[in-house]
């Protein structure tokens, strides 16, 4: 007997991408199709949302204090202190705040999904549901799915402002430069095109966290050794397919704004 | 789609076979009449559950034709099934319980999916289903706080509430002790004799099996009874149905079943 077939690994993989398609797929589309699950959604939303509140602004904060702290010595070197803002705004609303905002709720809310989720079809509670006749995805992937699109665009727009006021006050504490001066290059740096290409990368994390984390969990087997396993294949997928979206979204985005 | 004639069996499995790494069912064919009950036995393994599994469309199988109700759910979309799956009820092996909600809200499950919240009129069907487990008590616990014979009460109170026309039971008494077993199977005569619903059950217990094919439910005397004067253990419509290396080994009465001379039968029942 073969110990490993490459076919059937083959199979398998194709297999989860037909899985996860379809699953993510459904999760959308499940939108316009009733019954919807609105109280399942907001308690959703405060899970995810208020919940993650605390690290995104303890990261968002430190993350903007350390690229103005970085990135003076440099600027000092060619006389450009004053650019500080500039940098820090930059960095913080089209790259930073997006990807580093999504990573944490990644590592918060995949893991959540993935466990709970996995729980509960290894107890059988998926097949309850699907056999009294509610269908798992609208009632428990939907609602996930939503709440993680509508609250990571939100944590990103505060990790940005806490990212840049954590800029600020290293700016003004440490490198002495002038607070005003800091928050209007940091304003007029920002373009039309910056705004929103910071501002439609977290719609694609949001998606990503949610639906990969629903989908380990419910395809979780083995007991509570399989639930373990789903959780850490869950923030391990997102955070890679996080990294790996941001690079191609980026890519497009500035095809699109001509940068 | 027509709705199912009287005479048209609640459930019809036609050479269904299903393999995972090796067969586990090999085109099996049979039939559960309305208001008819079938005892599947056979030892692990040999895919019950998977059968109670293959009725409700949880799986698909490889090969063969499955009729629930009058419709063929064998190329059904999930979509489709969910409308059939809230005419049957389902006791699952271990209960399946949600575990982050109430006593209450999980024998309303189905309800509230309907409404969208506790009304009065929910409230008081669940008191009445629980009632018929005899936990009225334990409306505001959760899954947790319950011992495991509680928590299959509290799941057959579940699969009832909505008075399906088919019931399946995956092992309801499997892991229990045999008083709390017994209470478990005066339940599921009462919910024979007094609502004549239709059931497959799965059991590897022989005793709660032929208890159910010689008990009834005296509704007087609020318990279940032993037949007799005049009632035939064929008269409670209650089947045997043995599965063995991925067949159907016997299907008939309980008299039928003793009487069996096959070796095989002889000796998982002594």
């Known amino acids: 007997m073969a110990i490993f077939s490459p076919t059937e690994f083959a199979k398998e993989q194709v297999q989860a ?18 019954p919807r699950y609105i109280a399942d959604t907001l308690i959703q939303a405060d899970l995810i949302g208020v919940g993650s509140l605390p690290i995104v602004v303890l990261t968002g904060f430190f993350t903007g204090a350390v690229l103005a702290l970085q990135t003076s010595s440099t600027l000092q070197q060619f006389g450009s202190l004053s650019l500080t803002g500039k940098l820090v705004s930059l960095s913080m609303v089209r790259e930073l705040g997006p990807v580093l905002t999504g990573l944490m709720v990644a590592g918060r809310n995949s893991s959540g999904m993935a466990s ?101 969990g419910l395809s979780a087997k083995g007991g509570t050794q399989g639930v373990g396993r789903a959780t850490t294949q869950a923030v391990v997928a997102a955070s890679v397919l996080i990294l790996v979206s941001d690079f191609f979204m980026t890519r497009l985005l500035m095809g699109f704004f001509q940068y | ?52 599994k293959l009725a409700l469309a949880l799986l698909k199988p490889d090969a063969g034709r499955i009729t629930v109700l009058g419709e063929e759910i064998t190329n059904m979309q999930e979509r489709e099934l969910f409308a059939l799956r809230r005419k049957i009820g389902m006791v699952f092996q271990e209960s399946a319980l949600f575990d982050s909600l109430t006593v209450e809200e999980n024998v309303a499950y189905r309800l509230i999916e309907e409404t969208g ?67 478990i199977i005066e339940l599921i005569v009462k919910q024979r004799d ?30 279940m009874v032993p037949v007799g004067d005049g009632v ?39």
């Open chain 2, 117 to 183: 919240r506790v009304t009065e009129e929910i409230h008081a069907r669940v008191l009445e289903a629980l009632r018929f487990v005899e936990l009225e008590h334990t409306f505001n616990l959760f899954p947790a706080e319950l011992s495991g014979g509680m928590r299959r009460r509290v799941a057959i109170a579940r699969a009832i509430i909505t008075q399906p026309e088919v019931l399946l039971y995956d092992s309801p008494t499997g892991g229990l002790d045999p008083v709390t077993s017994n209470t």
């Open chain 1, 116 to 216: 709970e989720l996995g729980s509960m079809k290894v107890t059988e509670q998926i097949d309850a549901m699907r056999a009294m006749g509610v269908d798992p995805s609208k009632k428990l992937v939907t609602p996930r799915v939503i709440a993680s699109i509508v609250m990571l665009f939100f944590l990103t727009i505060i990790s940005n402002l806490v990212g840049l006021t954590g800029g600020m006050m290293v700016s003004y504490l440490l490198l002495g430069l002038d607070a005003n001066e800091y928050w209007t290059t940091a304003y007029q740096a920002l373009r039309f095109g910056d705004v929103l290409m910071g501002l439609t990368k977290p719609v694609m994390f949001g998606f990503v966290i949610a639906s990969i984390g629903c989908y380990y």
């Open chain 2, 1 to 52: 789609m027509s709705p199912p004639q009287a005479e048209e069996p609640v459930i019809r499995f036609e050479n269904v076979s299903i393999a995972f790494d090796n067969p586990v069912l090999q085109a099996i064919s049979f039939q559960l009449p309305r208001g008819e009950t079938k005892i599947l036995m056979g030892v692990a393994g040999t895919g019950k559950t998977l059968i109670l």
């Open chain 1, 17 to 34: 991408v037909q899985d996860y398609s379809l699953l993510a797929g459904r999760s959308l589309s499940n939108v316009f199709a009733q």
């Open chain 2, 232 to 270: 035939s253990v064929e008269d409670m419509r209650t089947r045997f149905l043995l599965l063995r290396d991925e067949k159907i080994i016997f299907e008939g009465t309980a008299t039928e079943l003793l009487r069996c001379h096959d070796p095989y039968i002889r000796e998982y029942l002594s």
């Open chain 2, 194 to 223: 007094v609502y004549h619903t239709s059931s497959l059950m799965v059991t590897h217990r022989l005793q709660d099996a032929f208890t159910m094919a010689s008990h009834c439910f005296d509704r007087k005397l609020n318990k």
